[in-house]
């Protein structure tokens, strides 16, 4: 329904095997590039949305195809799912109940290897998608597009393909940056074929700051560019998160450039906050306009494993169905439910699910939507070990395929989602400028205050959003670790709580949750500090075959 707008996002382009760049990648030898693909603007076009669909794809022919990345699990291996596994299924927001053949357990008990599957998932996919934006640059010179006969047809959008797709592959390596350190580093300027050298994380750290700080200008203005491709307010973005994260990452106190990059997407206005929290997460939210950076998803056109496919299945189980629209109606998985600290950071009346009231309109706080009937608060039963029960935990239905009128979009839902993918939103620009506020950048306490309470206004429907109680918190209240549980409030699932809480210093140490550090037996489920070296990802041990060139994280080897 969506697609129809969005010109050429995810058309198919075979691409895989030709791209040399990074020979090491297990990439599916049954993917071949089409040889006329440059020889025309179209073709150009495809590529570019190969970069992008590279990020919510599993392949070129949905989830029961070969996909991209040949031997890996084609469901498993999607991006967005591949991130969510790392960025929350190990942190105080979701406990996995399915199967542990593919490492969810490491994930579960913080107790991972070089060896555990599923991480590998996320390492892969990003280097593909770094190769894909490698091969495009190569092929896009001016001289190439003249040597074509292309140049006068695509003179006037060239530019911005190119910007384009260096924000998605200094994205990728910002994600590099953040779940290995280090990595192998290759661009467009390299010999094909070449092995790469590993670069470190601070080195990794630079060249996303240089290359987003060089796009950001060449990047389409704010509001400008076709729906699901970036413009320049997706680079402020990533810049400010970047920036926020630097003394983490590298020893670098960069509050500062981050809150004026944030900053400059609220005070912009092109992507204002959505006037209900839940509009962002349904299957209209094209028309949201918070969104800043939408991998476009629909019910028939990118059928996947991935992305918010993913995460409704994931999140419900079919029998939930029967007391409310999930949009998919009883095609849901339930393998993942929410911890314990997570319902607990909000207020114990907005806990439980009223099956009299499945949007949650009675509640204070609209961004609390678990599905409670059946289920118990606890991820564990005393005196047992580990269970793979999916009624252990609450769960969670902020995601849902309906539409924001709470229509399904067919009888009885759809098999796949319409719900895109929200990459970047305002919201958290809001509160990345009132966190580095907080951590001595310039704007008064009075301003990061105000951002704090403008997202509480509108998760409560108060203030300027409506006649609900007011959610509004004094500046005593105003803490560092009052926005950390804020972000948990309000991005939860969303693939960013493993970085804020090595960003508060709360991952390893100081700060438990079911099941951290545990072995999984009876009475084992409290969770107690682990080893600083969790903080990071290793290096896949496979990479280690075939690039001699690599050395594996500290304490991984």
């Not at 022919?61 to 040949?70: E, F, K, T, V, Y």
Request: proline letters at 3%; a neutral charge.
């Amino acid at each position: 329904m969506k697609l129809n707008n969005l010109i050429y996002i995810f058309s198919c382009v075979l691409l895989a095997s030709c791209v040399k760049d990074l020979n090491t990648l297990p990439l599916n030898k049954k993917q071949l590039i089409n040889e006329d693909v440059y020889k025309t603007a179209a073709g150009y076009q495809g590529v570019l949305a190969k970069c992008y669909g590279s990020l919510i794809l599993n392949g070129q022919a949905g989830p029961d195809s070969d996909g991209d990345l040949g031997g890996l699990d084609v469901g498993y291996s999607g991006y967005t799912r591949a991130l969510f596994y790392l960025q929350d299924c190990t942190t105080d927001e979701i406990a996995l109940h399915s199967g542990s053949s593919q490492g969810s357990r490491d994930l579960l008990f913080l107790n991972w290897n070089p060896s555990t599957m599923i991480m590998k998932y996320s390492y892969y996919r990003l280097y593909m998608s770094i190769a894909y934006c490698n091969e495009f640059l190569r092929e896009a010179t001016d001289d190439k597009l003249k040597d074509r006969g292309l140049y006068e047809t695509l003179k006037n959008e060239i530019e911005a393909y190119r910007a384009e797709v260096r924000f998605i592959r200094a994205y990728c390596y910002s994600m590099v940056c953040d779940l290995y350190g280090s990595g192998p580093f290759i661009d467009e300027t390299m010999p094909v074929g070449v092995i790469p050298q590993q670069k470190t994380r601070a080195a990794i750290y630079d060249y996303v700051v240089s290359e987003l700080e060089d796009v950001k200008s060449r990047l389409k203005a704010p509001g400008t560019n076709v729906f699901g491709r970036v413009d320049q307010v997706a680079s402020w973005f990533l810049l400010a998160r970047v920036y926020l994260n630097a003394q983490t990452w590298v020893g670098k106190n960069e509050y500062e450039k981050a809150y004026q990059y944030a900053k400059s997407i609220i005070t912009g206005g092109t992507y204002p906050l959505a006037p209900d929290y839940r509009f962002i997460f349904l299957a209209d939210n094209n028309t949201c306009k918070e969104i800043i950076w939408p991998l476009a998803q629909d019910q028939n056109n990118t059928i996947n494993s991935a992305g918010t496919n993913f995460l409704i299945k994931a999140l419900i189980n079919g029998d939930m169905s029967n007391y409310y629209l999930t949009g998919i109606g009883a095609r849901g998985w339930g393998n993942a439910r929410v911890k314990t600290q997570l319902v607990d950071k909000f207020e114990l009346s907005d806990q439980t699910f009223d099956a009299t009231d499945t949007w949650g309109d009675k509640k204070k706080d609209k961004r609390a939507q678990f599905f409670t009937i059946g289920h118990t608060k606890a991820t564990w039963v005393a005196g047992k070990s580990f269970q793979n029960d999916f009624n252990n935990g609450y769960a969670c239905i902020k995601w849902r395929n309906v539409t924001k009128d709470r229509k399904d979009l067919a009888p009885g839902g759809t098999t796949y989602s319409s719900v895109n993918y929200p990459m970047f939103r305002t919201a958290d620009a809001y509160l990345m400028a009132a966190e580095a506020i907080l951590r001595g950048a310039g704007g008064g306490r009075a301003e990061a205050l105000n951002y704090v309470n403008e997202i509480r206004d509108r998760a409560y429907l108060s203030g300027n959003y409506g006649a609900g109680v007011s959610g509004r918190i004094n500046d005593a209240q105003l803490t560092l670790d009052f926005i950390l549980d804020e972000r948990a409030r309000e991005l939860h699932t969303e693939s960013v709580r493993r970085t804020d809480l090595i960003r508060f210093n709360r991952f390893t140490k100081g700060y438990n949750w079911d099941w951290k550090g545990s072995d999984g037996t009876a009475n084992n489920y409290i969770g107690k500090d682990v080893d600083d070296k969790f903080k990071l990802f290793p290096i896949p041990q496979d990479e280690f075959t075939v690039n001699p060139n690599l050395t594996q994280n500290p304490d991984f080897k």
